[in-house]
């Protein structure tokens, strides 16, 4: 999967739509990060069909006392089944706020709530030790 933020599409939108166009045909996903922050959002989404949208974290982390970011969020989350997208939140610090976000229907989620970032040797060791204690058993 290949993940595009919305600025680095529109900088160069001509050039990017042909390569993303063979990168695609040759078993490719698009993921749109950071959705919401540009001007052409909606846009993007009917040029590049992602399968992944990665709603930018100033929606979130307004979520808590802002009637007005739970009505974006909820337009943005009934994108998912009417464009077959995958939403992710991103920017989730509490378990509250995922809480909010899965009953509106968002289904995947980034943040520190579950967990800091980690280099990939973490996870690899992580899942070594799993396979090893199930392999004793």
Known sequence: MLELTEHSILESHGSVHG??????????????????????SLALLRSLHPELVKIDKSFTES???????????TLIAELEPRLGLELVAEGIEDHRTLERLAGLGVGLFQGYALGAPAPLEHWLGTAQEEASSRAIV
Do not use: P, Q
């Open 63 to 73: 979520l808590g006392g802002n009637e007005e970011a739970v009505h974006i969020l």
């Open 19 to 40: 390569l993303l166009k063979r990168l695609r045909k040759s078993g490719m996903r698009l993921a749109l990060d950071d959705f919401g922050t540009g001007y052409s």
